[in-house]
């Protein structure tokens, strides 16, 4: 129940002298809830703040729903996750905060899979840093998820705290590894975020403010 990451400090500039300084050095943090006998937290993706907070999503395997075992490589498949967005937020001076947030989202968002052995794991869910203090969610909707043409795509602000915030109906789409959803933060930060999306016939590209 150990996550160990590499920490860099990166840049410090100040307006007379541009400087570089970089540190590498362990961070050490033992996870405080255990999610089931044989079940190891994997850190999966990171995203860095302006204020040099850093959010951390956790997952852990649902072998209840995965016939691999905890301690077998992941391959070119598909692997169920346990039904909870966990966040670690490491704050600059070290301190880390566990937020485990049900988002009551469908659980084919939970599912990443893999095609062949090159590809990399297309995981339905993604996160993007906002604002201190604010993450936003993009999942998938179904309304039946045998027909992928009643599926839709959905944006979901959550804070460092945990709270949830009412969700953004992106509009329809197809639940495809080749959906091409490009979404960044506006160049201040407070006026929310920008997305572009890409379909067959247009490119389209909307502002969002929070
Ligand atoms: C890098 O980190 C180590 C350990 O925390 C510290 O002793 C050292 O002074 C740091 N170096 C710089 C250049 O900040
Ligand atoms: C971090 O930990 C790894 C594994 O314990 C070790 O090999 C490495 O030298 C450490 N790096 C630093 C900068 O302490
Ligand atoms: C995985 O764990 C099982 C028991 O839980 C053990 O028998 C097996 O050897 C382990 N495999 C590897 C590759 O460590
Ligand atoms: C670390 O920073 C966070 C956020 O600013 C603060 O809530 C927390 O109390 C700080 N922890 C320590 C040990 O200073
Ligand atoms: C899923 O879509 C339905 C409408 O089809 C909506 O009422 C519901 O809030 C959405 N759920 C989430 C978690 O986005
Ligand atoms: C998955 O990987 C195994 C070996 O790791 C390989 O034999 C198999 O062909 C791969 N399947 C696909 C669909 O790429
Ligand atoms: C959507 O489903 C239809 C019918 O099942 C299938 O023919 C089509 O290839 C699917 N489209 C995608 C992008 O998966």
Redesign the pocket.
């Known amino acids: 129940m150990i996550v160990t990451l590499l920490w860099v400090?990166l840049l410090i500039i100040s307006l007379e002298v541009r400087q570089t300084?970089?540190?590498?050095?362990n961070f050490t943090y033992v996870e405080k809830v255990k999610y089931g006998e044989n079940i190891l937290p994997h850190v999966w993706n990171s995203i860095v703040y302006d204020d040099g907070t850093i959010v951390l999503r956790v997952v852990h395997e649902d072998l209840g729903s995965n016939k691999l075992k905890s301690n077998e490589t992941i391959s070119n498949t598909t692997i169920c996750l346990q039904n909870s967005l966990s966040l670690r937020i490491l704050y600059p001076n070290g301190t880390v905060i566990e937020q485990d947030v049900d988002l009551g989202i469908q659980s084919l968002n939970y599912c990443i899979s893999k095609l062949d052995v090159n590809s990399d794991f297309y995981d339905p869910i993604k996160l993007y840093a906002l604002n201190t203090n604010y993450v936003l969610i993009t999942y998938y909707n179904a309304t039946n998820e045998l027909d992928n043409s009643t599926y839709s795509f959905w944006g979901m602000i959550v804070d460092w705290n945990g709270n949830k915030y009412r969700p953004i109906n992106f509009g329809a789409t197809i639940f495809s590894m080749r959906n091409k959803n490009i979404i960044c933060r506006n160049i201040n930060p407070d006026k929310g975020f920008l997305r572009l999306s890409t379909s067959s016939k247009a490119i389209k590209w909307g502002q969002y403010i929070m």
Do not use: A, D
Request: net charge neutral; charged share 0%.
């Open positions: 400090t300084v970089s540190n590498i050095s």
